[in-house]
């Protein structure tokens, strides 16, 4: 049984064309189709404002994880701080978000593109009322250089919506 093994090698060896090599597949980029992009206007350095152009705070979004996730940084006016990570999720082909915050909120939220608008929904407990749920409605709209965030609630399921936050994201100056 010893003396079979290096025949078996010899043929299959011999088999082989001399020289010929087999081209390395190059693995494709985990995260490269177009859907991962979808939000890349969101990226950079940002001064945010609330509606009336009063400073909101700030915030710092980047590309990580190979570009597979955007990772939010917020530093709100008024000492808040929170983080978010968004990814599209080729399984269910949406994008998907959940964020904390400094004040123990979470809230996670799915959705897509309408119409130009990276629109991202889900229910979280009422902060006044845990027993209840309350509708989550989060969009983003580039506005030439700028983003315009719009954060509403419903707390009657999306029969009617309420502004909780509606702030312009501007280049940050160099700081």
């Known amino acids: 049984m010893g003396s079979l093994g290096p025949i078996v090698l010899v043929?299959?060896?011999a088999g082989a064309p001399v020289g010929a090599q087999t081209p390395a597949a190059k693995?494709?980029?985990p995260c490269a189709s177009p859907e991962y992009r979808q939000f890349d206007f969101w990226l950079g350095d940002w001064e945010v404002q609330d509606a009336s152009g009063n400073p909101a705070g700030t915030n710092?979004?980047?590309s990580i994880q190979g570009g597979c996730v955007l990772l939010e940084n917020w530093t709100g006016?008024?000492?808040s701080t929170g983080n978010s990570l968004n990814m599209f999720y080729a399984a269910d082909g949406k994008?998907?978000?959940?964020?904390?915050?400094?004040?123990g909120g979470r809230l996670d939220?799915?959705?897509?593109?309408?119409?130009?608008r990276m629109v991202l929904e889900g229910s979280?407990?009422?902060q006044r009322d845990p027993g209840k749920r309350v509708k989550h409605r989060i969009s983003w709209e580039r506005k030439g250089a700028n983003v315009r965030q719009l954060w509403e609630a419903?707390?009657?399921?999306?029969k009617s919506w309420k502004v909780l936050f509606d702030g312009l994201y501007v280049p940050a100056t160099a700081r």
């Open 95 to 103: 994008w998907h978000q959940t964020w904390v915050d400094n004040q």
């Open 60 to 62: 710092h979004i980047t």
């Open 77 to 79: 006016a008024r000492s």
């Open 27 to 29: 693995p494709s980029a």
């Open 109 to 116: 939220l799915v959705g897509g593109l309408r119409d130009g």
């Open 154 to 158: 419903s707390r009657d399921d999306g």
């Open 124 to 126: 979280a407990p009422s």
């Open 11 to 13: 043929s299959v060896v």
